[in-house]
T-cell receptor
């Protein structure tokens, strides 16, 4: 079955470390997105990509980086510059127009 | 710019009662509208969507929503709540112009009591 796979489900980061969250889709969708979810704040867009080798900053891109070398993959790196990285991270994909998004099951990142 | 307002961060109903979750949007062009459901520690699942055509949209699990342009609303309803409906619900809007980028509301947590 087609879908989006996020890994790992839980991730712990020490202060000053960079960590990378994986997102893979087999839906043949062109567009992919990363959202951050905090209690009471809904979903906030970090980065999105409309096509391979191209991506744009969302509303809260500071302290994050992405790459889109393959259509199927859109990894997110949380850098040490992100001062408050503890959150639930959601990856999504879409065909780009209409239709809505398909979401992965999320990665919960905790700073220890 | 688009925006979504969900009235009520928490809504409580009894099992068997009507569920009504409110969503108002702002958009300068014809919108696409969506409702998603999220269970704890999971991703979001699409309940239903409005793009064009019939303004009353039926979705999964017995939910439906009505697009009212004059009221800029897209409220979600279900005639009879089940315990399994307890979850967080998100309304989202995107504009009918080329590339789609959804804007989400802050969510409404539905609590269902026996």
């Amino acid at each position: 079955d087609g879908g989006i796979t996020q890994s790992p489900k839980y991730l712990f980061r020490k202060e000053g470390q960079n960590v990378t969250l994986s997102c893979e889709q087999n839906l043949n969708h062109d567009a992919m997105y990363w959202y951050r979810q905090d209690p009471g704040q809904g979903l906030r867009l970090i980065y999105y990509s409309q096509i391979v080798n191209d991506f744009q900053k969302g509303d809260i891109a500071e302290g994050y980086s992405v790459s889109r070398e393959k259509k199927e993959s859109f990894p997110l790196t949380v850098t040490s510059a992100q001062k408050n990285p503890t959150a639930f991270y959601l990856c999504a994909s879409s065909i780009g127009t209409g239709g809505g998004y398909t979401f992965g099951s999320g990665t919960r990142l905790t700073v220890v | 710019a688009q925006s979504v307002t969900q009235l009520g961060s928490h809504v409580s109903v009894s099992e068997g009662a009507l569920v009504l979750l409110r969503c108002n949007y702002s958009s300068s062009v014809p919108p696409y509208l969506f409702w998603y459901v999220q269970y704890p520690n999971q991703g979001l699942q699409l309940l239903l969507k409005y793009t064009t055509g019939a303004t009353l949209v039926k979705g999964i699990n017995g939910f439906e929503a009505e697009f009212k342009k004059s009221e800029t609303s897209f409220h979600l309803t279900k005639p009879s709540a089940h315990m399994s409906d307890a979850a967080e619900y998100f309304c989202a809007v995107s504009e009918d112009t080329g590339f789609q980028k959804l804007v989400f509301g802050t969510g409404t947590r539905l609590l269902v009591s026996p």
